[in-house]
């Protein structure tokens, strides 16, 4: 059964075979004019253009989409959906990769999946961020011993400026147990 939350493209089509159909709806008249590459300010870093990737996807090569790091560079700044001449909902789409993306759990993408997820699961049990908990949940996560050595150095001058907390992780009060439990049923309803 596939959820869906509000905001969130449905990626089912009946049989589940076709995950970009719904991403190349969003970009099927595209004209291929290179205004969404002109207008991007992340272009740069990009191994391919907004504009070869909306080719990629309409010509179905899933494989190719998400080896490259395009739509995961995307800051959802909107510029290419404001000047695209044929108001197309190009940020949406680039959100739409994302989320099949974090989905089907690619690897390449599992960092930044396991950061989020980290980041929510401190937020859920205290209504708030606790950096020094956000951070040990995430390297626990990573399972990497020597990832957070690598941070030692910055955390140790932030402690020390008072910016960050030395905290033990804990269950906390559950400040916003209600709102992530409605959120939850909200995705399970059809």
């Keep these: 059964m596939t959820t869906k939350v509000k905001g969130e493209i449905d990626f089912s089509d009946g049989a589940g075979s076709d995950d970009l159909a719904p991403v190349r709806k969003m970009v099927q008249a595209c004209i291929q004019c290179g205004t969404c590459t002109g207008s ?84 859920r049990r205290h209504g708030r961020l606790r950096e020094m908990e956000f951070m040990t949940l995430y390297f626990n996560a990573m399972k990497n011993p020597l990832l957070p050595l690598r941070f030692a150095a910055l955390g140790m001058k932030l402690m020390l400026k008072g910016k960050v907390a030395l905290q033990i992780p804990s269950k906390g009060n559950g400040a916003l147990a209600a709102l992530f439990r409605k959120a939850a049923e909200l995705e399970e309803a059809p």
Aim: charge should be positive.
């Design 40 to 123: 991007c300010p992340n272009e740069f870093a990009m191994d391919a253009t907004p504009r070869r990737l909306w080719r990629l996807v309409l010509s179905g090569q899933k494989e190719e989409i998400f080896q490259s790091k395009t739509f995961s560079l995307c800051s959802a700044c909107y510029y290419c959906t404001l000047r695209c001449p044929r108001g197309l909902p190009l940020t949406e789409a680039m959100g739409a990769l994302k989320q099949i993306a974090a989905r089907e759990g690619l690897s390449q993408y599992r960092q930044s999946s396991l950061f989020y997820k980290s980041f929510l699961e401190s937020v």
